[in-house]
């Protein structure tokens, strides 16, 4: 792939399969959703550049956070200005990306005051039966209705991403290392041991005019070692415990106190809030509940249990936390500007050298800044959500 | 010491002096300001309440918070409606405790921006000439000024309430860990080995009526621990960095972003913002400055660099950083409530036992919130700021 014909690119997904290219135009690095998305959507408007995108693990890393993103879209997350851009990500992930099992499903935000908008949680409980075991409405007796939220898979969306430019010609290295370096990236293709050991099997130094770091929570990291630019993003480590209670396709999402129930698998994905990022040489570790070790870390643990009460399942042996962390799902979550509240951003670092985030809102807003960047690098000035 | 009287209560330094009591009306456990305070102001109250003050190293202990405190009394931390409280601490300070370095001194908070009761930074740098080199008034054009703000030192106050408390009939019993038991607490007198490690030399079940955990930062650990009983407060480690940049009596205090510069020993001590608690299981660690390992954790590193502009002696050698964490005092400061702003408080734990908590509001407010609870143990109405 030299040039800007539409026929597919080529895939290494192994060291077996030699690479042998010294430069390219665009090197994307990380293929979860946010850099997947950036690939495709700078394939489609800019079909004469090189582009490579380049993957520590496979496509997406079932290490990132793209695979335990609770894949939420709903308005109430939109900051102000900003609604063409959510409304865009929701018609396009219910239409460009195959079956990401994107399903409309109303989210019902529920309060103890009473506020603008709010309606009685016991009326919305007629029409949402389901809903009923979940909650206390004496505890929470208003609710704040987004009826047309929506629930799909961030990981199917990164991977059809991924598909998508390789289709129109993005060339795609799987199971590699990069480093920013000046001018480029220096690729370590790594290999498993017969030992289990993950070591490197070679190194490429690559030029490429334009580098996009979409690392997630490694992204700031690599900025800040590789090229020696401090920036003032920050990371938390969420853990997605789960909840063994009865969900089906008309359970709506519910939301109480920053904690969001997602209705996933027959059961619930439990998403907690984010109340801060995770001091620099933080480990995370599972907390203990009335003196017996969990896999859940402890701030999880207490926001967990200031709703029981409100929650009454989340008080039972539905909840599962696990005897230790690996027991409990989770992954490190960038937050742009270090604040739990900011919507994904892409941020120039140095000449070409572009860090693309997610974080918190990526399931809201992360398709329109990784299509912004996209149609930046591209010189293209129209916006599709304008 | 059984009763009533005026005459000083006994002392026990180490296990070489023979502790064999069994029983107190009130045992105030944690010698640090807020246990020291309380445990005077109660006896004060109350003579006839046999008093035992217990504290796990020496007076005040060295590892604690109090001994790092910054000592700022400033009427800009006071929350509304607490002012006459604050005024009440301030005028106690200056005259109840002896020889603490009380000294009036203004506070300058700079701002970027203008706002109410602010004027020109540039006009006030004539009233204060020392704080002419420490900032750039381009940068920090506004000042909100604090003409009654005041220094001095919380390790004073607290030997100064301790011996106090002591001369009006309080025991007390030093390097002993208490733990807290249904109807009093345990006492594990400590001693030094040989090998000089610390050891427990004997231990004592002792009863008492009225129990105030006044452990700081590990007191809602002990109520968890020890009692079952689970409580929102959180914790953050705290590092006060030196800066060798002259200072004077004269020198007024300096404030900006969060960090507080405050004179002392010829130099300041900076005291960094405290943004949000600490995850539980949290080990404070150095951070990097363009790759150097240095003794200052990376959160308060962040904030120093993003002051070096406006508070240029901060980019200087004369800021202290250390290498490793051990060069930098820190310690770990309890957050009440979880979280960074909230004023002293005290908490019923169980049936007649009291949580104490000091935090970042104590310079300001400790004094009266220690007041507070003993007043309510000793069963008197009136407060001193009423």
């Known amino acids: 792939m030299t040039g800007g014909t539409q026929e597919a690119g080529r895939v290494w997904a192994h060291v077996g399969q030699a690479f042998a290219e010294w430069e390219y135009d665009v090197v994307v690095v990380g293929a979860g959703r946010m850099g997947t998305a950036c690939a495709l959507f700078l394939r489609r408007l800019a079909p004469g550049l090189r582009l490579l995108l380049v993957e520590r693990g496979g496509l997406p890393n079932e290490e990132g956070a793209t695979i335990l993103a609770p894949g939420v879209w709903t308005a109430l997350?939109?900051?102000?200005?900003?609604?063409?851009?959510?409304?865009?990500?929701?018609?396009?992930?219910?239409?460009?990306?195959?079956?990401?099992?994107f399903q409309t499903r109303a989210l019902l935000e529920l309060h103890a005051g009473e506020g603008e908008g709010h309606v009685p949680t016991?009326?919305?409980?007629?029409?949402?039966?389901?809903?009923?075991?979940?909650?206390?409405?004496?505890?929470?007796?208003?609710?704040?209705?987004?009826?047309?939220?929506?629930?799909?898979?961030?990981?199917?969306?990164?991977?059809?991403?991924?598909?998508?430019?390789?289709?129109?010609?993005?060339?795609?290295?799987?199971?590699?290392?990069?480093?920013?370096?000046?001018?480029?990236?220096?690729?370590?293709?790594?290999?498993?041991?017969?030992?289990?050991?993950?070591?490197?099997?070679?190194?490429?130094?690559?030029?490429?005019?334009?580098?996009?770091?979409?690392?997630?929570?490694?992204?700031?990291?690599?900025?800040?070692?590789?090229?020696?630019?401090?920036?003032?993003h920050g990371r938390a480590y969420r853990q997605t415990p789960r909840l063994n209670t009865a969900s089906s396709d008309r359970t709506p999402l519910l939301r109480a106190g920053g904690l969001t129930l997602r209705p996933q698998h027959g059961g619930f994905t439990l998403i907690p809030p984010i109340h801060h990022r995770d001091p620099h040489g933080y480990l995370p570790g599972g907390g203990r509940l009335t003196g017996v070790p969990v896999g859940v870390r402890r701030e999880t643990l207490e926001d967990l249990i200031r709703l029981m009460d409100a929650l009454p399942p989340l008080a039972t042996e539905a909840l599962e936390v696990g005897h230790s962390l690996a027991d409990v799902p989770g992954a490190w979550l960038a937050l742009p500007g270090g604040r739990t509240e900011t919507p994904p951003v892409h941020q120039r670092l140095t000449d070409g050298v572009h860090l693309l985030l997610g974080g918190p809102l990526a399931d809201t807003l992360g398709l329109a800044v990784a299509s912004d960047l996209a149609a930046q690098i591209a010189g293209v000035r129209e916006r599709p959500w304008e």
């Open 77 to 101: 997350d939109v900051p102000p200005g900003r609604e063409r851009e959510a409304a865009w990500v929701r018609a396009a992930l219910e239409r460009d990306f195959g079956d990401v099992t």
């Open 122 to 232: 016991a009326d919305l409980l007629a029409h949402f039966p389901e809903a009923a075991g979940l909650l206390d409405p004496a505890a929470l007796p208003w609710t704040r209705l987004d009826g047309e939220a929506a629930t799909y898979r961030p990981g199917a969306v990164a991977l059809a991403c991924g598909q998508g430019a390789v289709r129109v010609g993005a060339d795609l290295l799987l199971n590699t290392h990069a480093h920013l370096t000046p001018g480029g990236v220096r690729l370590d293709r790594l290999t498993v041991t017969n030992t289990h050991q993950i070591v490197t099997h070679e190194t490429h130094e690559l030029r490429a005019g334009v580098v996009v770091v979409a690392m997630g929570a490694d992204g700031p990291h690599a900025a800040e070692h590789d090229l020696g630019v401090h920036t003032a």
